[in-house]
């Protein structure tokens, strides 16, 4: 059974800085790893999405990087804002099955102006 | 972007009764959709698999009988929470991979579900 851990639970940064997030899977054989942004009481929003046989994404200030053999994905966030401020969910698919994740706890991000 | 709907974005009922939530993936087809339900200050948890003409799959713990779905068309699936009870009250979302797109799943608003 695929568990999925993210470390911090939670971070609070001052606006400019530069963090990672970390995400831990426990079975490698992956379909793909996916990063989310929750808002409060809101849906999902899609960040970016690494395939098995990818090593990282970049969209913007985000940086998502994957090794399979490790068992580990990271999220950069470049030059933290406010508005950055939000939970952020990794999720893996495991096997053939697209779409069936399972989800980190999260992390919490605070960015302080 | 593929968009995901879902209706209602938040509904109170009371105990007993039966409540409807649709899941519409607005610009493409989804043979394949998953629910999600997430309490307060944690993660979503897979409740089950709808496939398009076929019966949903539900995952271990997730009783079929009290959360029915159905995934009447390529862009439409229901969950129906019968006989709901203030513990089912919770966060309900729904996803629909975009096969184009390396099975990148598209979430939909979720719905907030409160059973008094």
């Known amino acids: 059974k695929q568990e999925v851990t993210q470390i911090p639970a939670a971070l609070s940064v001052p606006e400019g800085e530069n963090l990672v997030l970390n995400c831990s899977f426990t079975?490698?054989?992956?379909?793909?790893l996916q990063w989310f942004r929750q808002d409060p009481g809101k849906g999902l929003t899609s960040l970016l999405l690494i395939q098995s046989s990818q090593r990282e994404q970049t969209s913007g200030r985000l940086n998502a990087s994957l090794d399979k053999s490790s068992g580990r994905s990271t999220l950069y966030i470049a030059a933290s804002q406010p508005g950055d401020s939000a939970t952020y969910l990794c999720?893996?698919?495991?096997?053939?099955?697209?779409?069936?994740?399972?989800f980190g706890d999260g992390t919490t991000l605070t960015v302080k102006p | 972007g593929a968009v995901v709907s879902q209706h209602p974005s938040w509904v109170i009922c009371k105990s007993g009764t039966s409540v409807k939530i649709e899941c519409r993936s607005l610009?493409?087809?989804?043979?394949?959709m998953f629910w999600y339900r997430q309490f307060p200050k944690q993660s979503l948890m897979l409740m089950a698999t709808?496939?398009?003409?076929?019966?949903?799959?539900?995952e271990q713990g997730v009783e079929k009988d009290k959360f029915l779905i159905n995934h009447a068309s390529l862009t439409l699936s229901t969950l129906t929470v019968t006989s709901a009870h203030p513990e089912d009250s919770s966060f309900y979302i729904c996803?629909?991979?975009?096969?184009?797109?390396?099975?990148?799943?598209?979430f939909g608003p979720g719905t907030r579900l409160t059973v008094t």
């Open positions: 610009d493409f087809q989804a043979t394949t």
């Open positions: 709808s496939n398009e003409g076929s019966k949903a799959t539900y």
């Open positions: 079975d490698s054989a992956i379909y793909n």
């Open positions: 999720a893996v698919s495991t096997g053939t099955n697209a779409g069936k994740s399972t």
């Open positions: 996803s629909a991979p975009l096969r184009g797109r390396g099975g990148e799943q598209y």
